[in-house]
C-alpha cells in the first residue's frame, strides 16, 4: 500500500489552472521537507518545487516559478501544489515526494527524497 497519494490531475486548457494534493498515510510528514516532481514521456523525472518542513521555505524550478505555488498543512499531513496558467509543456505525470531531511537544496533532485507516491496524470491541451 501506498504511503502517498497524489490526487488532482487531469485535463484542462491552456491558461486553466489545477490543484494537486498529497497524502500520506502511516507516517508524519511534518519533520521532513517535500517536493513535486514530473516526468512528461520520454524525459527524465524533473524536480518543480520543493517546500520546507516548517514551509517557511520553498525552492522552485525557474520554468514554473510565478505560476505554481507549494503549500502543506501538517497537521492534516498533507501538501498542495496549485498550479496556475498552465501550458502544454506542464503535461506530465506529477509526482510529490518526501524529502530525507527537513530543508531544500537549491537543486531539487530525485535522490534526495526517499518516498514515492504514485504519481498523477497532468495533461495541458486545447
Same mark, same amino acid.
Given at each position: 500500500q501506498s504511503q502517498l497519494v497524489e490526487s488532482g490531475g +487531469?485535463?484542462?486548457?491552456? !491558461? !486553466? *489552472?489545477?490543484?494537486?494534493?498529497?497524502? &500520506?498515510?502511516?507516517?508524519t510528514l511534518a519533520s521532513y521537507a517535500i517536493g513535486w516532481f514530473r516526468q &512528461?514521456?520520454?524525459? %527524465?523525472? %524533473?524536480?518543480?518545487?520543493c517546500i520546507s518542513h516548517g514551509g517557511g521555505n520553498t525552492i522552485y524550478a525557474d520554468s514554473v516559478k510565478g505560476r505554481f505555488t507549494i503549500s502543506r498543512d /501538517?497537521?492534516? @499531513?498533507? &501538501?498542495?501544489? $496549485?498550479? /496556475? *496558467?498552465?501550458?502544454?509543456e506542464d503535461t506530465a505525470v506529477y509526482y510529490c515526494a518526501v524529502g530525507a531531511g527537513y530543508g531544500c537544496e537549491r537543486t531539487i533532485v530525485p *535522490?534526495? =527524497? @526517499? =518516498?514515492? !507516491? $504514485? +504519481?498523477t496524470q497532468v495533461t495541458v491541451s486545447s
Open positions: +487531469g485535463l484542462v486548457q491552456p !491558461g !486553466g *489552472s489545477l490543484r494537486l494534493s498529497c497524502t &500520506a498515510s502511516r507516517f &512528461a514521456p520520454g524525459k %527524465e523525472r %524533473e524536480g518543480v518545487v /501538517n497537521a492534516k @499531513n498533507t &501538501a498542495s501544489l $496549485q498550479m /496556475n *496558467s498552465l501550458k502544454p *535522490s534526495a =527524497y @526517499n =518516498y514515492w !507516491g $504514485q +504519481g
